[in-house]
Every structure is written in structure tokens, then in C-alpha cells.
């Protein structure tokens, strides 16, 4: 939580006290009306023109002041979850107050109906449970287990953003916290391809779900945090599917720590290729001699 000092509230207090208009507090301070209007609201702070309404006041500048609380949220780390052990792992080590579901991927309707169920068995009453209560705990991942491997089997995996926000805490009734604030924890957990890729836009780097980037991070916190806004990310299997759309070749921009530049400015690893396809280094020199006549170039630039 941050705290800064603003000036219009006791401004326009101090003013209407003396039943003074903006115009009169204008000529007095000897600004314009506008200024006024716009200290008023807060929307400068200018240090000659604060001076100068105190002076018209008859008061110095930190009588005008009044402090305020501001509630701050703040990405704390990430985890990139393939397995049901690396789940409990989080979950039990991370304890959070609130969470919020999405799943990243492209699906048919069918497959869509299949991770909701399996998201449903293992979320179901997840927000009632806490590792310290220990037979209910046991009793849980025991139980998740299940559906959670049939969701790594579909070639999908989970990303979760671990956030820390601020909630103020009111006074009341005269009665006043030990803290103005206390911290409370969120995680946002999404469901995405095992091998995919995202960005913002076409303009904006091309992220692998990477919990070792810093950026692909922000970048998908931003979005969480601005979804109401209608912001969207571009979603890809993989980024040998993300790199060959029409139209992407000439446009796109790598991120050099999910995706760091091999020789000859080559991305894509044989590793990331043999993953994604399943095949093995031999097999797509095998294929691709024999439909190019060439050998298998290693990697898109």
C-alpha cells in the first residue's frame, strides 16, 4: 500500500468554510478559475500555485494536505504446472483467499465440455478446504488426483499467477485496526496448451507460458487485470502454429528470453519441434528430405 498527500479536498473545504466562490479563491490567489477547478480536483499539484492558495488562506502549504491510502495489487510470482505433484506442491505451500478460472486454449465444444468437467471436480469446494485441515485436505487431493491427470493427458497444463492486493481496512464505530490494511491473496489460474504461445497483439512480443520470463508474466497479468476492458490474448498451440499464420511471418516478434536466438537467428529448438510433433530428430530429417529434397533446418528466424 502506498500512501500520497492531496490538496482538493481541503481546498474546497477551506473555501466553502469562507463561503467563497472558485472565481473568488481565484482572484484572491491571484490564478485563473480553471486552475482552481483543476486543484480541486486534484488533477495538479503544482508547488507555486499550492503556495499561492495558501498564501490566499492565510495558511502554509501543509495545511492543505490530507493524506490518503492508496490499495495496490502486485503480481508476487508464477508456476507452470504439469503434473498433480507440482499442484498439490503450490497449493499447499501458497494459500490464497480468492481465485479466478480461465482456460487459454482452443477447443471443440466437446473438449471445452470435457475441461469444464474435469475443472469442476478439481476446484469443487476447493475454496472451503485448507491444507491445515488435514483429513479434509488428504481427503481432497486424493480425490483430485484423477481429474487432474486426465487434463495434463490432454496436452493442456495450468499457469497460475500468484497476486497480492491491498483491502483497506475501515474504521469503525471509533473503533481502529491494529493495521490500515492487510494483504490478501489471489491466484489466477489458467488453463493453457502444454507447448503454447501468446501475445497481447500482433504488434507485442510472442510469449511462451514461461514462469522463468518476468515479461510473459506481466503480460498475462495485464490481462487478467484488464479483462473487463475487453483486453484479449492472441493464443497459439505452439509457436510452430503461432509463426506461420498469414501474414505473422514478417510481423512477428520473438521474445528473446522464451524463445532466445539460436545461430543464424533461429527460435525454435529441435527439442521444442520434437515435442510438439512427437517425432523424433531422425524421423523429421526422414520427412522433410523426402518432401524437399533438403536437409531439416533447425528453427524459424
Request: charged share 25%; hydrophobic share 40%; with cysteine.
Amino acid at each position: 500500500m502506498r500512501v500520497e498527500f492531496r490538496y482538493g479536498k481541503r481546498i474546497r473545504e477551506l473555501r466553502e468554510e469562507r463561503l467563497w466562490t472558485q472565481e473568488h479563491l481565484a482572484k484572491v490567489a491571484g490564478v485563473d478559475t480553471r486552475t482552481i477547478q483543476r486543484v480541486e480536483r486534484d488533477q495538479t499539484k503544482n508547488e507555486d500555485t499550492l503556495m499561492a492558495i495558501a498564501a490566499a488562506f492565510d495558511l502554509g502549504v501543509e495545511a492543505l494536505r490530507t493524506k490518503w491510502r492508496i490499495a495496490e495489487s502486485r503480481l508476487v510470482r508464477t508456476w507452470r504446472i504439469n503434473t498433480y505433484e507440482d499442484f498439490v506442491r503450490v497449493q499447499e505451500a501458497h494459500p490464497w483467499q480468492m481465485s479466478y478460472r480461465s482456460v487459454l486454449a482452443g477447443l471443440t465444444e466437446e473438449g471445452k465440455t470435457r475441461v469444464d468437467d474435469l475443472l469442476g471436480q478439481i476446484f469443487a469446494d476447493r475454496e472451503y478446504i485448507e491444507p491445515y485441515e488435514t483429513e479434509l485436505w488428504e481427503c481432497y487431493v486424493r480425490c483430485i488426483r484423477e481429474p487432474l491427470c486426465a487434463l495434463f493427458e490432454t496436452g493442456l497444463e495450468i499457469f497460475i499467477l500468484d497476486e497480492r492486493r491491498d483491502l483497506l481496512l475501515p474504521i469503525v464505530g471509533g473503533v481502529k485496526p491494529l493495521s490500515d490494511h492487510m494483504e490478501w491473496r489471489v491466484q489466477h489460474i489458467m488453463v493453457v496448451p502444454r507447448n503454447g504461445c501468446f501475445r497481447l497483439s500482433p504488434n507485442e512480443s510472442l510469449h511462451a507460458f514461461n514462469d522463468s520470463c518476468p515479461q510473459a508474466a506481466e503480460t498475462l497479468y495485464r490481462a487478467a487485470k484488464n479483462s473487463d476492458e475487453g483486453l484479449s490474448l492472441l493464443v497459439y498451440a505452439n509457436a510452430l502454429w503461432g509463426a506461420t499464420q498469414p501474414g505473422v511471418e514478417e510481423a512477428i516478434h520473438w521474445c528473446d528470453i522464451c524463445f532466445p536466438p539460436l545461430s543464424g537467428g533461429a527460435r525454435i529448438t529441435f527439442e521444442y519441434i520434437e515435442r510438439v510433433t512427437g517425432w523424433s530428430r531422425a524421423q523429421l530429417h526422414a520427412l522433410c528430405d523426402a518432401v524437399t529434397g533438403q536437409p531439416f533446418l533447425e528453427g524459424l528466424a
